[in-house]
């Protein structure tokens, strides 16, 4: 597959904006490892193949375990992810998949006693920052395995 256009040649100001975002998620009061784990889960369901190898170079940088980001893609059947982790996930696929089923109360009921309201609303902001991410490098056809990850583990 070959990239379509480069967002930093064709209109750099959208990177300039998206950065804004990632800054803001990046100083948020939800810890990082958490919030890569939120993003790799929510480019999993887009199908971002760029985002995906990112995040997870970037949770590899943090010493994620292997078990743990092979099975995202089914961790309601495992038993390695806290609370915690599950409110995430849950509230991460209800953003992600608005479109078809708002994030309902139950949701939110689920997810409610795991954050505080500012960083209920971190989350959100990460989750729909990812999924806009997702949106740009798909459409672009960003080609996926060329991401370094910055020295993350060392940024926590």
Not at 4 to 32: C, H, N, W
Not at 63 to 81: G, M
Not at 110 to 116: A, E, S
């Amino acid at each position: 597959m070959q990239p379509r256009f480069k967002y930093t040649a064709a209109a750099p100001g959208i990177y300039d904006a998206m950065d804004a975002l990632d800054q803001y998620v990046a100083e948020s009061t939800v810890d990082r490892r958490l919030l890569y784990l939120a993003q790799l889960r929510a480019s999993q369901l887009n199908g971002c193949a760029y985002c995906v190898d990112m995040h997870w170079k970037d949770l590899r940088a943090l010493d994620e375990t292997e078990q743990r980001l092979y099975s995202l893609d089914v961790w309601r059947e495992c038993p390695w992810y806290t609370e915690r982790e599950r409110a995430a996930l849950t509230w991460t696929e209800a953003v992600t998949f608005v479109a078809t089923g708002h994030v309902g109360d139950a949701v939110y009921a689920q997810v409610r006693p795991h954050f505080n309201d500012r960083e209920l609303a971190d989350l959100t902001l990460a989750v729909a920052t990812i999924n806009a991410w997702n949106r740009l490098s798909i459409a672009a056809r960003l080609t996926p395995g060329t991401y370094k990850p910055a020295l993350t583990a060392a940024a926590t």
